[in-house]
C-alpha cells in the first residue's frame, strides 16, 4: 500500500515541460524539454542481507529533433540517483548510492 501511494504521489509530482514553436512541420520544429521525477530502486540480496529501498531524485532535459511529419528522434540528458540500504545479520548497515547520468535515445512514432 505504501508502495502505491508512493508511486501514486509520482506520477502526480512527475514534471515534463516543452517548448516548441506552433510553425508547420516544413520549418522542421525542435522541442526541448526539462523532466524530472523520482526513481524507485530494489536490489536483489542474499538471505542474510536484508535489503531498505531507497528512492531517489531523476531530472534532465529532452530534446525533439523530427525527421519527418511522422517520426522524431528524442534524446535525453537525465542525472539519476539509485540505492539501497544493506542491513546484514549482526546489526551490519551499508549504504549503497549510484549517481549516474544517463542518455538514453528514443524514437517517436506519430500514427493518425
Do not use: H
Not at 31 to 55: C, I
Not at 90 to 95: A, I, P, V
Amino acid at each position: 500500500m505504501k508502495n502505491l501511494l508512493l508511486s501514486l504521489a509520482v506520477v502526480a509530482t512527475t514534471a515534463s515541460f516543452g517548448a516548441s514553436s506552433s510553425e508547420s512541420y516544413s520549418s522542421k520544429k525542435i522541442g526541448l524539454g526539462v523532466q524530472a521525477g523520482m526513481t524507485f530502486s530494489t536490489l536483489s540480496t542474499p538471505s542474510d542481507v536484508v535489503p531498505s529501498n531507497r528512492s531517489g531524485l531523476a531530472a534532465g532535459i529532452t530534446y525533439e529533433l523530427p525527421i519527418s511529419s511522422s517520426f522524431a528522434i528524442m534524446p535525453e540528458l537525465m542525472f539519476v540517483q539509485k540505492g539501497a540500504d544493506l542491513i546484514k545479520t549482526g546489526n551490519l548497515k551499508f549504504t549503497a548510492v549510484y549517481n549516474s547520468l544517463e542518455i538514453p535515445v528514443f524514437a517517436k512514432i506519430k500514427v493518425g
